[in-house]
């Protein structure tokens, strides 16, 4: 299906165009039939399946098929409400690109940076306002926002805010709104509590399901390793060091978890910045916003503080603490592979967290295979470490003929052009694929057994 089936208004096709996007999600082919025709939505789906653009764009085809009347101060006419600013600020940018090529206002507010700016905005009328909880209802509270004209009402991550606690503040903002309206209800999880919430929301709602798909993440390519827990550390920056990761989000379990790995990765020469409740709304801002342009190569994050982040071409999301509820996991993991493109996550798992690999493997109904190769690089790099190379023995480029190669068991030996030596190189050393009679070049790098080709390109690819 495309998105010229939906009967979209040129403005919003235009904008998906610009956007590169050709085909509608599965939530999004599901949801904006629905929504345009003036249903009540409960979705069952998580970030990284376009679940913003499934309520964005019907909500903006809806304002213009009937649009405010030119010249009027415009009123609120849609409500997005969601857990976490870092989300706040996405769905609002969302908003602002689908709608681009519209004169429809939208805007953001959250707490944790001052009012005042976010008040000048909302006193020159804004049609789509997207909040958390506590900031809209202290400007409720202060009569500087009004729900009456209110028409749309989207409860975003909903589970997530149960886990949070913003249930009084969620019915206290429900209070406020015109009981007609058209309402959406979108959750990863459906826990008794949600389904109970969203009966309070919803009237005869359809509902969309879209888990299944994503916990099986068939895109995503997901290993785990044992490892002691002493030695996370060690490992991380051996994984982040020897597998060409330019861009790596890694969670930790507490803050003070996420706040101890940013600092032992900078100390190992990784720029990584940490991201949690406990920063404040500037750090954050700014954390998210370095790894974004790739000026911060590895963000640590909390669970709270990540859910939701959209990061495009995120190439690895690491768990250096499994999560303790399953479905977790895979909110983590979403993280890469976003939109159907593929993505790597790795599991650090020590004895203590095995039962929580456990639930994790009943969720996805399979098993997550052993790393093998990325271990076995770490051995040899921890062996490494303790043997003096001579500098001028490394980073020497080379050059020579793939000898023999076999995929299945990942190494093989590369003859050398100059000393005619035959190399071991494994498949952890290489930058692209190798195959027997292959011209490459490559480093040598000193390990346990002997120099190892490492690097190894193919010559003229
Ligand atoms: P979301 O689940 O709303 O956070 O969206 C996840 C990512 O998918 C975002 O980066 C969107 O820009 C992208 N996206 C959403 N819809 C589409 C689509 N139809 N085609 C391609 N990318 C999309």
């Known amino acids: 299906m495309s998105f010229e089936k939906l009967n979209l208004s040129e403005p919003i096709q235009r904008a998906l165009k610009s956007e590169g996007y050709t085909n509608p999600t599965p939530i999004q082919a599901k949801s904006i039939p629905i929504l345009l025709d003036h249903k009540d939505l409960l979705g069952c789906a998580q970030t990284g399946t376009g679940k913003t653009a499934a309520f964005a764009i019907p909500i903006i085809q809806s304002i213009l098929n009937n649009p405010s009347s030119p010249g009027r101060q415009k009123r609120i006419r849609a409500l997005v409400l969601c857990p976490t600013r870092e989300l706040a600020a996405q769905i609002d940018k969302s908003f602002t690109v689908y709608g681009r090529y519209t004169n429809i206002k939208s805007t953001v507010i959250f707490g944790g940076v001052p009012q005042r700016p976010q008040q000048e905005i909302l006193k020159q009328g804004v049609d789509i306002l997207t909040a958390t909880p506590g900031r809209l ?54 826990p008794p509590d949600a389904v109970k919430l969203a009966s309070t929301i919803l009237h005869k709602p359809v509902s969309v399901d879209v888990t299944e798909q994503i916990s099986s993440a068939d895109d995503i390519n997901q290993s785990i390793f044992f490892v002691n827990k002493p030695d996370k550390g060690a490992l991380l920056i051996d994984v982040l060091n020897h597998n060409n990761i330019d861009n790596a989000l890694v969670f930790t379990r507490t803050k003070h978890g996420a706040d101890k790995v940013a600092r032992s990765l900078n100390k190992a020469g990784i720029q990584s910045q940490a991201i949690h409740g ?92 052993v790393a093998t190769d990325f271990k076995s690089i770490n051995q040899v790099n921890s062996q490494l470490s303790q043997i003096k190379t001579p500098l001028n023995q490394l980073n020497n480029m080379k050059t020579g003929k793939v000898k023999f190669f076999n995929r299945e068991k990942g190494f093989g030996f590369i003859k050398d052009d100059e000393s005619g030596q035959d190399y071991f190189v494994h498949k952890n050393g290489l930058v692209d694929h190798i195959k027997d009679g292959d011209e490459v070049s490559y480093e040598l790098e000193k390990g346990p057994k002997g120099m190892n080709a490492v690097k190894v390109k193919v010559k003229n690819r």
């Open 137 to 190: 209802l202290d400007l409720i509270g202060q009569g500087l926002i009004s729900l009456d004209k209110l028409e749309w009402f989207v409860l975003d991550e909903a589970d997530l805010m149960l886990d949070m606690g913003f249930i009084p503040d969620i019915k206290r903002i429900i209070a406020h709104l015109p009981s007609k309206r058209q309402s959406v209800f979108l959750s990863a999880t459906m």
């Open 278 to 369: 406990n920063k404040t709304q500037n750090s954050r801002t700014k954390a998210l916003g370095d790894f974004k342009s790739r000026r911060t190569r590895v963000l640590v994050a909390t669970d709270i503080a990540a859910r939701g982040i959209d990061v495009s071409g995120l190439q690895m999301v690491i768990n250096y603490e499994l999560p303790n509820v399953a479905e977790m996991y895979v909110h983590r993991i979403g993280r890469t592979g976003r939109a159907g493109a593929g993505g790597t996550a790795l599991s650090f798992c020590d004895t203590l967290e095995k039962p929580h690999l456990a639930e994790i493997h009943k969720l996805l109904a399979k098993k997550i295979p």
